[in-house]
């Protein structure tokens, strides 16, 4: 099993930075790509970055140039550095897994960090 807890949220006004984590432990060799996604009030959860085993990343065309997804793999834990926040940025962010797995569970997710922009 893969376990993921994400940490780093926090209340920042608009034009400042926040870094979140994402710290993995369990079966670490069976992550194939992690990413991060954030879901605002009353709407859908959505993708905002993810890098892959292979180290290759995408990213949300909102976030494009201000966010950056990066890894350690010495700690197994997966960043979001997030810069030029705007009040839009606003959400709960969740880590998310997916799995090299022949069966169920395909993916994990993280409990959530509160992320809030002020203006």
């Known amino acids: 099993q893969v376990q993921l807890v994400e940490s780093g949220g926090d209340l920042v006004q608009a034009g400042g930075s926040l870094r979140l984590s994402c710290a993995a432990s369990?079966?670490?060799?069976?992550?194939?790509?992690v990413g991060w996604y954030r879901q605002a009030p009353g709407k859908q959860r959505e993708l905002v970055a993810a890098?892959?085993?292979?180290?290759?990343?995408n990213y949300a065309d909102s976030v494009k140039g201000r966010f950056t997804i990066s890894r350690n793999n010495a700690k197994n834990t997966v960043y979001l550095q997030m810069n030029s926040l705007k009040p839009e940025d606003t959400g709960i962010y969740y880590c998310?897994?997916?799995?090299?797995?022949?069966?169920?569970?395909?993916?994990?997710w993280g409990q959530g960090t509160q992320v809030t922009v002020s203006s």
């Open positions: 890098i892959a085993r292979g180290g290759s990343t």
């Open positions: 998310n897994a997916k799995l090299l797995a022949t069966m169920p569970p395909y993916e994990r």
């Open positions: 369990g079966s670490i060799f069976s992550i194939n790509a």
